[in-house]
């Protein structure tokens, strides 16, 4: 049997929102219900602003539910590659606030009821050569000079099926592992307790303006605040980013139940290339090999490539010995900043115009801590902002 073409996290009985039909009016209108839309669409919600939420196909439908479902602290760049690219006060307060971050992610999850969509596992992240292996070694110092968790797990104590390929690994114990559509599925039911209308099924005409209303196929919205939360699609709707933000594919399978346990940790190979995590029932799902899909990886259309899905299953028999046939092929469109941090907050020139994207594939915290802080920066109770636009 073939494998199905649909994310194994969205394989499963869904009744989707009506899509908008006519014209609205709210204080806040929300563009994209993936982790940044809808933790955006929650916290103004909460904060007592009206808000309505737009989303061209389901709930967790995008980005953010046909990832690898790791929910991991930091930005892209490991944490010592962080400090020389940004400076080491701004990578340090990052790394602390998506830490903290992550903590209420965990406890959120627990309140809502879907605690086993949002588990702490620990993230392992595996050297291929002896060089990744002494950047381990330098990512490890890193966080730990600056307070942070994180410990060197020699060639010896790795998971027996790494051992055969992998030097060294750095082990983040705080790290988690997601179901992410039933927890994106969780979030849009809060924000709607909370008071946020969202309509699936409705596609936004770009450009988004600073001024008027959103116009859709099915109506229109004009709001005071109009926050775009598209990542990959962020330079279609918002052009001021058309250069800075590109979309890319990311490809993903997921397998029959393996009966062994193959590691018990997310588990980052090569650089981040290549990335699986066992389930609770023993399914795999892996991802990776976006540097052999070159420039084609930098596409907003669905469609995958054969020999990717082709590399990442022969990864899985060849490097970590699992057999198991797989079920589900699909591909993710993210967006990738030019500096491989997100633009979060109000678009210069743009009174009214706020966006939240280009995570460059690690947009789980990073992207419900950019949701929080527009919300908290339109009803004027923000802190000091961690991210620009």
Known sequence: MSPRDVPYWL????????ALAGHAEAEACVIGAGVGGLSCARRLAKHGIDTV????????????????????AGLAPFHNDAVELYGRDWARAVYARTLAVQEEMYALAAELGVGDAVRRVGCLRVSVSDEEAEHVRRHVEALRADGFPGEVVERGELPPALRSYAHNGCLTE???????????????????????RIHEGT???????????????????????????????????????????RAR???MVATDPVAERVAEHLVYARWGYEYFQQRPDGRIMAGGFGDLDGDDSYTDRPDGSPPIWERIERYLREDIGVEAPVTHRWTGTVGYGAERRPFVGPVPGHPGLYVAGGYSGTGNVPGFLAGREIADLIAGVAGEPLFRA
Do not use: C, K
Request: charged share 25%.
């Open 203 to 245: 596609l936004v005409e770009p450009p988004v303006p600073g001024e008027g209303p959103v116009r859709t196929r099915g109506g229109s919205v004009r709001a005071e605040h109009v926050i775009v939360a598209a990542d990959g699609a962020l330079p279609v709707l918002v052009p001021h980013y058309d250069g800075a933000v």
């Open 174 to 196: 705080h790290d988690g592992a997601l179901q992410p559509a039933r927890w994106m599925r969780a979030l849009a039911r809060d924000a709607e307790r909370a008071g946020a």
């Open 53 to 72: 939420v737009l989303e061209r196909d389901t709930v967790g439908g995008g980005a953010s539910g046909r990832n690898g479902g790791f929910l991991i």
């Open 249 to 251: 594919r990311l490809h």
């Open 11 to 18: 394989d499963e009985p869904y009744e989707p929102r009506p």
